[in-house]
């Protein structure tokens, strides 16, 4: 399938608050080549889920940190999301947020539900992100295997919230974008190289100048 480059659905009112991105096959090397474009000052926190078994997340969290202006660091329960961070779900948990009765947004993590082929869940982290911030939330489906993700992104798309997809082309395998386009719940699809661009759109990033 080729980039979308009509205008993105005009629903989102209020401020991008978030970012959901969920990942599969190929996505290692993939995320090497687009976090490490995004600024040290970008505005929102970012929630990844790589799917991974548990004690690689660590690992691939601290080097991408090395890579990246950015913070990465693997999630933990309790974190508060700061803005500008990278978090990336860990191995054998389910990431959900808690905004519950302040402004401030904890991960919580748990091995529930233990049902889930995906531990972590594309959709479990999504769906909560869509539940928490609504038309605040922007989802981001990539390269992978399958249909995880496609709850998550219809959750997003449906509480207004943007959702992009990474295109065919400039996927190792693709199946969870390929599934949320034939949904007709991606506001955009664009290449790999594109995606940083498309986050940092929908940010209203501005970069710092000097005063």
């Known amino acids: 399938m080729r980039a979308v480059e009509s205008p993105a659905r005009e629903v989102r009112t209020s401020a991008l608050a978030i970012v959901a991105l969920g990942i599969s096959t190929g996505g290692p090397k993939a995320l090497q080549e687009i976090l490490p474009t995004l600024p040290a000052d970008f505005s929102v926190p970012i929630l990844v889920v790589q799917h991974m078994p548990p004690g690689f997340t660590a690992p691939f969290a601290n080097r ?21 961070v990278i978090y990336i779900a860990p191995g054998g948990c389910q990431l959900r947020v808690d905004r519950s009765g302040n402004s401030r947004t904890t991960v919580c993590l748990s091995d529930k539900p233990a049902n889930q082929l995906h531990v972590p869940s594309v959709d479990i982290m999504m769906q909560s992100v869509a ?21 998550g992104m219809d959750a997003i798309h449906r509480a207004g919230g943007f959702t992009l997809g990474q295109d065919e082309s400039s996927c190792a395998v693709y199946g969870m974008p390929r599934v949320c386009a034939e949904m007709n719940i991606l506001d955009r699809v664009v290449p790999l190289s594109r995606i940083t661009q498309e986050i940092l759109q929908a940010a209203q990033y501005r970069k710092a100048t000097a005063g």
């Open 131 to 151: 539940a928490a911030f609504g038309s605040q939330a922007m989802g981001v489906i990539m390269t992978g295997m399958g249909s995880d993700g496609a709850q």
């Open 64 to 84: 991408l940190n090395n890579l990246c202006a950015a913070s990465v660091c693997e999630a933990a329960h309790g974190d508060v999301l700061r803005t500008g």
